[in-house]
């Protein structure tokens, strides 16, 4: 396969000693191959390619005491402790994998060496148990070079590492925070023993295909590749090493010090397992364990993980706290589910300790039309998240980074299993969980588990299907190709306002238009091939849009344009309908048409499955993809997804002379009359009225926001529009009573945001002085606006102060509010209602949205010479709280100065 990064010519690949590179001269015999991206004046930027690594580790005071009997271990190795008693060539570099200590002056230090590349199908066992093993996937890395004396790794690299830290945050580049995993690369430049110079290098993880792919999955790609490469790149292409070549990661022995701060880890109590004589194979029972969980709605395992990402983090979880995450596999029920549904279902959850005595669980919903839990999911505890308050499991574990190694889970579990049933034990069979404990930034000696829930009293093995050991991936999982985008099509040209409602696969979304008129034209006759009648259907559109209307007037082709796909066979009587949308200019009042055959309809209230195809006109590859991608909706019935099939629609966005083009199938989702939110029904026509605008009077005249479905006007604020301005609102927010979270925050926003957000689900969960659960709400983000003098000064990086807040029912107006227990939170009274001014944003909410919004707003404010309170802005969400955010409308908005500060001003 193909391995590329899509750059401008200015990449450079580098192989084996990387000839024209700065290492040409040190890096001698067998090297790992890797791509240099790009350069900045202070580092590099290289992609590493998939390897097998020998490494071990040692936990110690020092960094260079432990370095040094980590080299001596696998110099034992290469020389011959292993089970063929066979020489190994060395290897360079020697990387040395650690952190700096958080919480204990101990610290765990790992070192490694890449393995010869014809070693890959035959890789000699070490005998050491304490030398492992390791798939390193394709990784890019930030590289910086430094100069040393030593062959011995001590506190110079730290130095080293601190700064080169600091570098990257200055930099904006994307990488996992100060305090993770940086690596020391040693290639011995020196033969003369008088002047031992070792060549260093420090690494640092930006990225790999795993991370890449979870955020192009939420189309976030912009952060997940270094500043030097954002702009002269397109979508990344990975390999993988094949699953042939990749040897059985099992461990003859577990790691102890997997799960060390700054990590919440929860409390086990491990036993061995009677009758078993494998180390790697124990009981463990988990106490005080607080869970995150999802429910994907997919089929496959590498998806599962990029769905549930996102929400998972969105959900109040720190991901410096995070324990591990775990990805429960769960076989099908037929009787349940169907027989042509998915074959696995999946759950995936974040877990920490710091709970009670009993597991707490926190299981988000997907907030859209017609998603339902499958039943398969439903029964697995019969209900409950875990099979008892206190999880017990057999576990065994393996190395290496599970995403990449399907196969070695899926032997690892029957292994399992299969020495569980020798030794009679009982235990859950219909399912596995996958427990990773590492992140991603940690390439060397990862703990991973297989753990398997225990039965036991053996008294809750009925109707449990048989755990096939297969992992299904989808097709993303190895694509060859790039995904599908828009790229700049509609920056470009205008076009049609789509919001996503639910991601489902890489390429397979459910959208929802936004509410406008659209044109229809029909094929003024029958036609005998599906191709003839479309371009009848296009002859009076065409028409329409160059001047045949009432105005006279030529508007421009809308993009995409749309053509109705008929799959039944109706030989001579095909007829089509083609459709656009009306641009924004003409949305109001569009010319009349004078062909019947035209005519306009205002967009209801559907949603349609969306997938995108790149490529010539073919018609045997449309069809077929088509066909796919109706198999994989099938598929997803136990979710409650059904699409209409009599309602297929293929979009166009480029001109036809074009070579590759991009198309686009959508096809409408079938919702059952009862899931509606919105009192439609599914038999309503495409020309009926929308039900209510989205704003409604109120009976003092006032024009209110719609609250939320589900969420009452006692937990969500009312919002009423005083006065609606083209470019901003004035507003009225109703009297306030909360629970508020302030911290200056280091770091990003996108990534340190979460430690701001976190305390107010364990505040409404119960840790608070009542030890009371409370309705969720609504949060309210405040952050703090600098003035241009107080920017000029410089603000620190862990100095700019934010807040966090979140409504309790009015009724705590009048009476006690629970107390909370978390340091740094207080209780907010406001009694009062107060005037505000604020603008409406639409899309996915994040730190971004809100400065662009927050700018927009500032500017529209300046330019009509109001008077506001620039010391905070202040936004929230309508939507349901600590869930997984969607795409939705914020609401960004600023005080109103009111006559004391005005006074108070006029004073001074």
């Not at 925070?177 to 011995?188: E, I, K, L, P, S």
């Not at 499958?374 to 290496?400: I, M, W």
Request: charged share 30%; aromatic share 10%.
């Amino acid at each position: 396969m193909a391995s590329k990064v899509l750059l401008t010519i200015f990449l450079l690949v580098c192989v084996g000693a990387c000839h024209g590179d700065t290492n040409s001269n040190i890096c001698t015999g067998d090297c790992p191959e890797y791509e240099l991206l790009c350069s900045t004046p202070e580092y590099d930027v290289r992609r590493l390619k998939s390897a097998l690594w020998v490494s071990t580790t040692v936990s110690h005071l020092s960094l260079s005491q432990a370095s040094g009997r980590a080299r001596k271990r696998l110099h034992d190795y290469f020389g011959g402790a292993n089970a063929e008693r066979r020489k190994i060539s060395f290897t360079a570099p020697t990387v040395t994998q650690t952190r700096e200590p958080s919480g204990s002056p101990v610290r765990e230090v790992t070192v490694a060496m890449p393995l010869p590349e014809e070693m890959r199908k035959n890789v000699p066992k070490p005998t050491d148990p304490r030398v492992v093993i390791d798939l390193v996937p394709e990784t890019i890395m930030y590289v910086k070079k430094f100069e040393g004396r030593s062959p011995r790794v001590g506190f110079v690299a730290d130095l080293e590492a601190r700064n080169f830290f600091k570098t990257l945050y200055n930099n904006k580049e994307t990488f996992h925070g100060t305090d993770g995993y940086y690596y020391v690369a040693q290639y011995d430049s020196s033969t003369d023993s008088h002047d031992h110079r070792v060549h260093n290098e420090i690494w640092v993880f930006s990225t790999n295909e795993r991370t890449y792919k979870w955020l192009e999955f939420d189309d976030l790609t912009e952060r997940a590749l270094p500043a030097c490469l954002r702009n002269h790149t397109g979508p990344m292409v990975w390999e993988k090493m094949d699953q042939s070549d990749i040897p059985l990661l099992t461990r003859e022995q577990c790691s102890t010090t997997y799960c060390e701060a700054p990590k919440k880890c929860p409390k086990v109590e491990i036993k061995e397992v009677k009758g078993i004589d494998d180390k790697s194979i124990v009981l463990k029972q988990y106490k005080g364990l607080r869970t995150s969980v999802y429910v994907p709605p997919t089929c496959y395992y590498d998806t599962a993980l990029h769905a549930s990402t996102g929400p998972l983090l969105e959900s109040g979880v720190t991901p410096r706290e995070l324990a591990m995450s775990v990805t429960v596999v769960m076989e099908k029920r037929e009787e349940l589910d169907g027989k042509n549904s998915c074959q696995k279902f999946f759950k995936v959850l974040l877990a920490s300790g710091g709970g009670k005595e009993n597991t707490e669980d926190t299981e988000l919903e997907v907030d859209n039309n017609g998603y339902k839990v499958p039943e398969t999911v439903k029964a697995l505890h019969h209900g409950r998240v875990t099979n008892t308050a206190e999880p017990t499991s057999y576990s065994k574990c393996f190395g290496g980074n599970a995403y990449y190694e399907p196969n070695t889970i899926t032997t690892t579990a029957k292994m399992l299993m299969d020495r569980l049933r020798e030794k009679k034990k009982c235990f859950l069979g219909d399912h596995i969980s996958i427990v990773e404990f590492h992140p991603q930034s940690r390439l060397f000696d990862r703990h991973n588990e297989i753990n398997i829930d225990a039965d036991l009293a053996c008294s809750d093995q009925e109707d449990r299907p048989s755990f096939t050991f297969h992992l299904p991936v989808s097709k993303d999982y190895s694509r060859p190709e790039v995904r599908p985008t828009f790229d700049d099509q509609c920056v470009t040209h205008e076009c049609s306002n789509q919001t996503i409602g639910l991601r489902l696969q890489n390429n397979l979304k459910i959208i929802e238009y936004a509410p406008g008129s659209w044109f229809y034209s029909e094929s003024p006759s029958k036609s005998c091939s599906n191709q003839e009648a479309f371009y009848k259907a296009m002859i009076p559109f065409l028409s329409y849009l160059n001047g045949k209307n009432e105005d006279n007037l030529k508007i421009e082709m809308p993009r995409p344009l749309y053509a109705h796909v008929d799959i039944g066979d109706h030989k001579c009587d095909e007829v089509v309908t083609v459709s656009s949308w009306v641009p924004e200019k003409f949305s109001n009042s569009p010319p009349k048409p004078i062909d019947d055959k035209v005519s306009f309809g205002p967009v209801t209230k559907r949603r349609w499955f969306q997938s995108l195809m790149k490529g010539e006109y073919d018609p045997a590859a449309m069809k077929q993809h088509l066909v796919e991608m109706m198999e994989e909706l099938d598929k997803l019935k136990p979710f409650g997804l059904e699409y209409s099939p009599d309602d297929i629609w293929l979009g166009a966005y480029d001109d036809p002379d074009k070579e590759e083009r991009l198309f686009e199938f959508v096809i409408e989702q079938k919702i059952p009359d009862a899931d509606r939110k919105d009192g439609s029904s599914e038999d309503a026509g495409d020309g009926e009225e929308e039900a209510e605008s989205n704003l409604t009077e109120t009976s003092d005249e006032r024009v209110t926001l719609p609250l939320p479905e589900g969420c009452s006007k006692d937990v969500c604020p009312t919002v009423y529009v005083t006065k609606n301005h083209s470019n901003y609102m004035e507003l009225l927010v109703s009297k306030y009573v909360g629970v508020c979270y302030q911290r200056k925050l280091c770091g990003p926003p996108e990534t340190s945001g979460r430690k701001l957000l976190f305390p107010l689900p364990q505040y409404f969960n119960g840790d608070n002085s009542e030890n009371k659960k409370l309705d969720n709400s609504v949060i309210l983000m405040n952050a703090r606006i600098y003035s241009a003098e107080e920017e000029e000064k410089g603000i620190g990086p862990c100095e700019r102060e934010y807040q966090a807040c979140a409504r309790l029912p009015d009724d705590y107006l009048d009476k006690d509010i629970p107390k909370p227990n978390g340091e740094g939170l207080a209780i907010h009274k406001d009694p009062n209602p107060h005037e505000v001014f604020g603008i409406s944003v639409k899309g996915r909410d994040s730190w971004t949205l809100l400065s662009e919004g927050t700018r927009a707003l500032m500017t529209a404010l300046d330019e009509a010479n109001v008077e506001y309170d620039k010391t905070w802005v202040k936004a929230f969400s309508y939507d349901k709280p600590f869930a997984n955010t969607k795409d939705k409308t914020t609401y960004i908005f600023f005080p109103k100065k009111t006559g004391e500060e005005e006074e108070d001003k006029a004073e001074s």
